[in-house]
């Protein structure tokens, strides 16, 4: 598998992501769930949207990961 094939899968996984964003965001916002629950969602969306940041992050370091010139980001280099 190439880098830019990866990067094209981290792309599907992100939109995988944005749909479940989605999913959960339509979900909190109806009546009917105890608090509980909504902060339970609350805490999930935290967490999905930091996958979802990171996921995007890696596609474009994988796409761009051979290009001249490319400043690379700290956060993901040793």
């Given at each position: ?47 999905l ?7 995007l ?11 001249r010139?490319?400043?690379r ?6």
């Amino acid at each position: 598998m190439t880098m830019k094939q990866l990067s094209a899968e981290y792309r599907n996984s992100a939109q995988l992501l944005r749909r479940r964003i989605g999913e959960l965001t339509v979900l909190i916002s109806e009546e009917g769930l105890s608090g509980t629950e909504k902060a339970l969602i609350k805490s999930r969306l935290v967490i999905l949207n930091s996958m979802l940041t990171d996921t995007l992050a890696i596609a474009v370091l994988t796409k761009r990961y051979y290009e001249r010139g490319y400043r690379r980001s700290v956060r993901f280099t040793i």
